[in-house]
């Protein structure tokens, strides 16, 4: 069963019991009486399947703090099991925080992976990584990749499978932060984005809703081919230049979620990651232009 | 009758329960056991059984990470402790690791899928000086407290004020004594520096003796306040108690060695409870003898009380009164830490503290 054949009614009352959404290879257990989750998770998580196993991975609950702040700023918390790893945020950032907090499960306790701070997106079975510091322009290029037909995996975490290399995806949607929420609404009229939180501690921050085709397929690997630390520059021109082989490993594995947690299979799995990709930095002013160039990218 | 909290403890009682867990079981069992700090023990448990490759995907995963963590935990720790070995190796006086850091480096079964956070460390309280200078110089420093922290720690408690590595971010805690200064309970801190045992391939790094293990483990279980991990710290009892029965007169030895340290009092609720929530073999007559100077009409109180603080990890382990334990046993560790005029102007400048936003480490 997939989200969308649930009327607004019916999520709402499955979220009030316990919705279970599962997202590539992890499963949530989601509880909220929040009306802003339901919507979101309407708006954006349509395709998603729904799970009704007796496991699942993250149990998670958002809602409305009680109190006296109840009636003159509301609260939301967000709690996993009963453990609340954020202090509470105003209600009308509740979505956001869910999104945070589904990001904050996978990131502190998937150590089966190797979890590096990245944009993961696929065309023909291979993989583009793009870490990217903040500000780098990176949310906003991996959304108009994958507007342009490119395969979402992921917008924050590239996971690399311990065994066999390959990079896995949740397919969740892509968290947009100030002028790239604009920016990505007049790139592409089509973009579905959730309402938009503002005066987050990252400043306004919107949703962007994942293409069916990364939703329908997101149990598929992907090979790592291209590493592509992206910049964006007002006015420049679209260009790939190469970037050093060795500080791009020292940037993945510097801004890994548990590189070194993994220790001797850390090392391993991201000296294998770096063999079979090519390293680039890419500096772009147009998403139009840097669309164009990558769909010209060859493995 | 088993209180609930299943199947997290029948599973510690008896791993090979794994094997008959079915999704929902794991569901919880995960749950239970990753607030209670215990699922990376548990994954080493179902590795040894070779249970691990045929669970299905996700809980397979689940388990790989957790023994991941623990492993990582292991390299950690043996950094850690080289470190602290090359710092205070030219003192000349005895280091005595307590705890987690003691279990996993004497590769004790308890050290096995031990987590922890920091390592404490026991020193001849006539070397606390030179041992602070030593680590000062080797990057351990203390992290803002405020003056009245300090005086906390230095005149009251049984350890300095914890110390944080500049550059690994590690924790560590210097003691001096196993109990605080004020304790009513005293106990003989220079007994437990001497019959401790050398550490393997270390200068300066000792381990308590395993006698000293288990009642260093029961007088911080039972009288610091550290509910959360209580139920880890029960099975790091558990696991010690198990390990010494191969010896001969192991339970004589305990009891004895508990009287020379006057810490007969923890030792008979280590027994007790290990024995009523992890099935530790105590042998009746040793349960007898132990408890032979608490009062056995307190009992009933004492169970609601204990067991309750023990099963407050997750909320499905909760009974319907572990807040109100909880919240005594809070009381209580105050009350056996310094008596009622000292303690009640410490937790009234707690209170005042805490109510101006400031924060106070005690």
């Given at each position: 069963m997939r989200l969308n054949e649930l009327s607004l009614d019916d999520l709402r009352q499955r979220l009030r019991a316990g919705l279970q959404l599962v997202t590539g290879p992890f499963t949530f257990r989601i509880v909220s009486s929040l009306p802003g989750i339901a919507q979101g998770l309407s708006k954006l998580y349509g395709e998603f399947p729904l799970s009704d196993e007796p496991f699942a991975d993250f149990h998670v609950r958002i809602d409305a703090l009680g109190g006296?702040?109840?009636?003159y700023h509301p609260q939301a918390q967000f709690w996993v099991d009963e453990y609340t790893p954020f202090k509470p945020l105003p209600r009308d950032q509740a979505f956001a925080m869910l999104e945070w907090g589904m990001n904050w499960c996978v990131a502190s306790h998937a150590h089966y992976y190797l979890m590096l701070h990245a944009a993961v997106l696929e065309r023909d079975g291979h993989a583009l990584i793009m870490p990217g510091d903040p500000g780098a322009g990176k949310s906003t290029l991996t959304a108009a990749l994958m507007l342009d037909g490119w395969r979402l995996l992921s917008d924050e975490i590239a996971l690399i499978d311990r065994n066999d290399g390959l990079l896995y995806g949740l397919a969740r949607p892509v968290s947009l932060k100030n002028a790239s929420i604009d920016i990505v609404r007049g790139h592409d009229p089509q973009a579905i984005l959730g309402s938009t939180a503002r005066d987050t501690h990252k400043g306004s921050v919107a949703h962007l809703k994942p293409t069916t085709n990364s939703v329908l397929r997101v149990n598929e690997p992907a090979q790592p081919t291209w590493i592509v630390f992206p910049r964006w520059k007002s006015g420049a021109e679209a260009r790939l230049t190469p970037h050093s082989r060795s500080a791009a490993f020292l940037h993945l594995a510097s801004h890994a979620f548990n590189y070194s947690l993994l220790g001797q299979l850390g090392f391993q799995r991201a000296a294998a990651l770096m063999d079979r990709c090519s390293c680039w930095d890419f500096e772009y002013g147009r998403l139009e232009e840097a669309t164009a160039l990558f769909r010209e990218l060859a493995p | 009758m088993k209180p609930r909290c299943h199947p997290l403890l029948s599973v510690l009682a008896n791993p090979t329960v794994m094997a008959e867990l079915d999704q929902a079981g794991w569901d919880k069992l995960i749950r239970q056991a990753g607030r209670a700090g215990l699922l990376s023990r548990l994954a080493l448990l179902a590795g040894d059984q070779g249970l691990i490759e045929k669970l299905e995907g996700p809980i397979q995963h689940h388990l790989v990470a957790a023994k991941t963590l623990a492993e990582r935990q292991r390299r950690a720790v043996a950094w850690e402790a080289r470190k602290l070995d090359q710092a205070l190796a030219k003192l000349n006086i005895p280091v005595v690791l307590l705890k987690g850091a003691a279990y996993a480096l004497a590769d004790l079964?308890?050290?096995?899928?031990r987590l922890f956070a920091d390592v404490d460390i026991l020193v001849p309280k006539s070397s606390l000086g030179k041992v602070e200078s030593a680590l000062l110089m080797h990057g351990w420093h203390g992290t803002q407290h405020s003056a009245y922290d300090e005086r906390y720690y230095r005149q009251w408690?049984?350890?300095?004020p914890p110390l944080t590595h500049i550059r690994r971010q590690t924790h560590l805690d210097v003691h001096h004594?196993?109990?605080?200064?004020?304790?009513?309970l005293k106990t003989m801190p220079e007994l437990v520096l001497e019959a401790s045992e050398p550490l393997e391939g270390y200068q300066a790094l000792r381990v308590p003796c395993l006698e000293d293990m288990v009642l260093h483990s029961a007088t911080h279980l039972f009288h610091e306040?550290?509910?959360?991990?209580g139920l880890r710290d029960l099975v790091d009892l558990d696991q010690l108690l198990r390990h010494g029965?191969?010896?001969?007169?192991w339970w004589d030895d305990v009891l004895g060695r508990a009287e020379a340290l006057n810490l007969t009092g923890p030792l008979a609720l280590a027994l007790r409870y290990a024995r009523r929530l992890?099935?530790?073999?105590?042998p009746n007559d040793i349960l007898s003898r132990s408890a032979?100077?608490?009062?056995?009409?307190?009992w009933p109180w004492r169970d609601a009380l204990f067991i309750g603080g023990l099963l407050t990890a997750h909320p499905s382990c909760r009974l319907a009164y572990s807040g109100l334990a909880e919240f005594m046993l809070y009381i209580r560790s105050h009350a056996l830490r310094m008596p009622i005029h000292l303690l009640l102007p410490h937790l009234l400048h707690k209170a005042w503290t805490d109510m101006r936003g400031e924060k106070g480490e005690t």
């Open positions: 006296p702040r109840h009636f | 079964p308890a050290g096995r899928g408690m049984h350890e300095l004594n196993l109990l605080p200064e004020t304790a009513r306040g550290e509910w959360g991990h029965m191969s010896r001969p007169n992890l099935d530790t073999p105590v032979i100077d608490l009062n056995p009409l307190a």
